[in-house]
């Protein structure tokens, strides 16, 4: 059925045939840059074009797969996607897929599902957290509001599903028990621990979910379609989970380290937001062992940071305290038990590239 307003789109679903942008791969890969800690990709003269070629063909599926005829659902959907990103979680599915047959189609279609599953979070989240940017652009919901952004998010899951369940049940499954655990992790983080929880611990189980759950798929699936050895499933599994949670930990850093980053967030949003981050948690244990500096710290930081004079100041006051030392200690902890799950991969380009992306993750500034 076609809208009688404009022969061009239908009312629901991809545009008709034809009308999908004409994206040429080639030109695309020409100007992909691959994240922190994947230098030994582009210098291996194998490795590198495979990759880059294959990111290219997942940058342009991406942009087919939410590509909608409805005109508003087209222009919400296309946000995110075109406001660019790290595309950190493809990349892994694409890298972990040569430990065994990369060239094999099914491979770059799993790495459009997990970025599409991660955008669509995203779009959740920013809702949720109430965020104004999101990779330097205005969040959807700052620009159509809560409900139409909410409804993108979910918009955009949908089209991932219909990806994954062509990839079959096996795929199906390990999704819909990673988006359990992205909307767990997400609940949990709403409601807080429970008065006998340690706090801690709560918060390292929320972004083990929110974070080291899709990142750990990632690299699964990368795997399970390019036929590899599957003992090296439970391997990528365990490295994806801690690397994810490594990875969240160094920005709860970041945040409070007075470095401007490039998502546009600026230093202490975290703070003057009351978002609890590993630094805030453990100067709360700080205080309740007694720890005078402490205390007086998070007097200013649980006061109000509404002005830029305040939160500057509670800022600096974190960033020299000892907790935030100890931060970067657990994230770095977490960092290397993901490097040392990998112990029993075949050594090669694979092996060090996701070696030194765990350390790229605990060693950058934004």
């Known amino acids: 059925m076609t809208n009688s ?11 008709l045939p034809g009308t999908e942008p004409d994206l040429n791969t080639t030109a695309i890969a020409t100007g992909l840059q691959l994240p922190a800690g994947f230098a030994a990709i582009a210098g291996d003269p194998e490795l590198g074009p495979a990759i880059t070629t294959n990111l290219a063909r997942v940058e ?3 942009r087919e797969a939410i590509a909608n005829s409805d005109p508003l659902a087209d222009a919400t ?17 694409l890298l972990c ?3 065994g047959d990369a060239s094999l189609p099914a491979v770059v279609q799993a790495a459009v599902v997990v970025e599409l599953t991660h ?3 995203l779009y959740h989240d920013d809702v949720m957290d109430s965020a104004p940017f999101r990779r330097g652009a205005p969040t959807a919901h700052e620009v159509w509001g809560n409900s139409v952004a909410v409804l993108t998010g979910d918009l955009i899951f949908a089209r991932a599903s219909i990806l994954v369940s062509e990839l079959g049940s096996r795929a199906l499954g390990i999704q819909a028990r990673t988006f359990e655990r992205l909307c767990l992790g997400q609940l949990h983080e709403t409601v807080g621990p429970r008065p006998d929880e340690d706090p801690v611990a709560h918060y390292l189980s929320v972004i083990a979910d929110k974070t080291g759950s899709l990142v750990a798929a990632s690299g699964q699936l990368g795997a399970i ?8 499933e439970p391997l990528l599994v365990e490295y994806g989970e ?12 970041i945040d409070v380290t007075g470095v401007k980053v490039k998502s546009g967030k600026s230093p202490g949003t975290d703070l003057r937001e009351g978002v609890p981050t590993l630094p805030v948690l453990l100067l709360r244990k700080a205080v309740a062992d007694g720890d005078g500096s402490a205390t007086e710290l998070l007097q200013l930081i649980d006061g109000d940071l509404s002005s830029d004079e305040a939160l500057a100041a509670a800022v600096a006051g974190l960033r ?14 977490w960092a290397d038990e993901a490097i040392a799950a990998l112990a029993p991969l075949p050594e090669g380009v694979v092996k060090d590239s996701l070696t030194s992306f765990a350390h790229a993750v605990v060693d950058r500034s934004s």
């Open 225 to 232: 379609f390019a036929n590899a050895d599957p003992a090296y």
């Open 242 to 253: 801690k690397v994810g949670v490594a990875f969240q930990l160094a920005d709860d850093v």
């Open 77 to 93: 959907s296309r946000h995110l996607v075109e406001a660019g990103g790290k595309r950190i979680r493809p990349l892994l599915t």
């Open 60 to 62: 342009k599926k991406l």
């Open 97 to 99: 897929a040569h430990l």
């Open 5 to 15: 307003a404009d022969q061009s789109w239908t009312h629901a679903g991809h545009g």
């Open 119 to 121: 955008l669509a979070t």
């Open 320 to 333: 020299e305290h000892p907790v935030t030392a100890e931060s970067w200690t657990v994230a770095r902890s």
